[in-house]
């Protein structure tokens, strides 16, 4: 267990639906990053938050979106779900400096039919 | 902005034998890097990470990987490898500035024979 939890672990849904991901960071970290793992584009950055605000996006689609709650928990929000968005979701957590260390939870899967 | 190229995207290799996964990197600005490991429908585990100081790092698992600046690779090695070892390998690097994201390269599947 490496203390970052992510729910649920696989999700099936039709195309056109709304998902919500969860993700909740390791004890004391304040960071979290959004991946997506898919069999054409490898891991691809989506969105970062720090202590509930914001910090980066990256390669994340105007359909999808996130935020970060203030007991540092997250969610990533998918709506108008595609096939090409099937994938493995994966949370990273990090105390917010980059030499901590990234903490990876253990993905949800999405299989969009 | 930062890029990694991991030259292999699948190495076999037999029980025992030693296995060496090339991981080359482009960034303006210094970097830290990373080694990753995820084995079948698990989540990414760290494998090793270089920050500052010695160029060879040792990490878990008997592995360990060495940056070299002037060719701005960071070349992980095992010297005999199991068949639990059989999982795939992701390269990453990160600039230095706080929140930083990690940037991976494409991966590279080892698949351990007996």
């Known amino acids: 267990d490496s203390g970052v939890t992510q729910t649920p672990k696989h999700l099936i849904t039709a195309t056109g639906q709304r998902v919500t991901l969860r993700c909740s960071p390791r004890?004391?970290?304040?960071?979290v990053y959004w991946y997506q793992q898919s069999l054409d584009q490898g891991l691809q950055f989506l969105i970062q938050?720090?202590?509930?605000?914001?910090?980066a996006k990256g390669n994340i689609l105007e359909r999808f979106s996130a935020q970060q709650f203030p007991d540092l928990h997250s969610e990533l929000n998918l709506s108008s779900l595609e096939l090409g968005d099937s994938a493995l979701y994966f949370c990273?957590?990090?105390?917010?400096?980059?030499?901590?260390?990234?903490?990876f939870g253990s993905g949800t899967r999405l299989t969009v039919v | 902005a930062q890029s990694v190229t991991q030259l292999d995207s699948q190495v076999p290799v037999f029980e025992e034998a030693p296995v060496e996964l090339r991981c080359n990197y482009s960034?303006?600005?210094?970097?830290?890097l990373f080694w990753y490991v995820q084995y079948p429908n698990q989540g990414l585990q760290l494998l090793l990470k270089?920050?500052?100081?010695?160029?060879l790092v040792k990490g878990i698992n008997g592995f360990e990987a060495e940056f070299n600046k002037s060719q701005t690779s960071f070349h992980l090695r095992k010297p005999s490898v199991h068949i639990s070892d059989t999982a795939e390998y992701f390269c990453?690097?990160?600039?230095?500035?706080?929140?930083?994201?990690?940037?991976f390269g494409g991966g590279t599947r080892v698949l351990v024979k007996p």
């Open positions: 960034s303006s600005v210094s970097v830290y």
């Open positions: 990453a690097v990160a600039g230095r500035a706080a929140g930083n994201k990690l940037t």
């Open positions: 990273a957590s990090t105390q917010g400096t980059v030499s901590s260390g990234y903490t």
């Open positions: 938050y720090y202590n509930g605000e914001e910090r």
């Open positions: 270089y920050l500052s100081g010695s160029t």
């Open positions: 004890s004391g970290d304040l960071s």
